[in-house]
């Protein structure tokens, strides 16, 4: 664990030669000297993931903070510790268990890559982590900068990182306009991050850029005055740190359009379907899926719901990275659990039910658990 007594910047060797690219002449140690000064004072200490940072808990934290707050991690990581506190835990459970305990974070191609890499390491590497940025990046769902957090944290090996928020922090101390997206700006940011990090205090240095980027170098209205490394920072000088970095430029995402019956018995329970194990919420249970209207409706009538058993709901919108799924539901009712059950591989299912479904269909399940009763 990380406490303001575990390191002392002072003891640190200082590196001393100018740094070019930071404003008013810093040089690179007077940059880590106040960024670690203030991850001892304020930085974040007592993260579930910072207690006993074994590559294990530092791997499944990273990945899970991917596209994720720290805010709605944490539940998910404590559930996700709970339930598999090895690596060996997570390699030998069902990946259906697996995406249950993620259920609710989005992003499921995370969790079926956590689940194959751990299966990897604890069959061919014999339950250990390799201690290589290249090695690391070979596995499944690690990239690079995953690799330098668990390299960094978890073995104390001096390794840079570049997540979302250090990208954003690095923009701003060099001022770099451009969107942190772009191949030729973000091999920039990975230079800069690889110069700034210091060759010890590499656990204090990893949290600390981190928490920097997350808790004063956030997005909008950063807190500048409040900031260690204000003196070094070229954005700030310039006054340009609203508008930097450039957002990610506008694309414009493809329309998939889907029907989903949302079929519910007289117990109360719905008829959910195993997803494909890759794709579109992969390996997950959600309601039948239909390409066009007459399939569902040719579906239903092969049961007998018809006419006053179905109800059409107006329209809605989920978007992914690359693409929004309009999809309209239609909610039926039917007596005939068990024919339907044997003719499709599926499950009836309540909403509280402990199974991985995706979000908007759990919503929907609730939703329509709450007005039918
Ligand atoms: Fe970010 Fe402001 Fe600090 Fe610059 S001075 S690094 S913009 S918080």
Redesign the pocket.
Known sequence: MMSAQSFNSTAMPVDRKPFEILGNAWCVGEFQEALLAWFERAGRKDLPWQQDPTPYRVWVSETMLQQTQVTTVIPYFLRFMERFPQLKDLAEAPQEEVLQRWAGLGYYARARNLHRTAGIIHQTLNGEFPRDCGQLCALPGIGRSTAGAILSMAFGIRAPILDGNVK??FS??QAIESWPGKGKVTRQLWQLSERLTPQSCIREYTQAIMD??AT???PRQ???P?????T?????HLGR?DA?PAPRPKRTLQVRNCWLLALRNHEGAFFLQKRPPVGVWGGLWSFPEFEVETELMAWCYRYGIEGANLEHLPERRHTFTHFHLDYRPVVGRTERSSRIEEDHRGRWSKPGADIAVPAPIRRLMDELSDRCG
């Open positions: 954003r922090v701003r101390l920097l980027g004063l170098c956030t950063p807190a500048c409040r900031c260690p490394v204000q070094g920072c070229r954005a700030f740190v930097i």
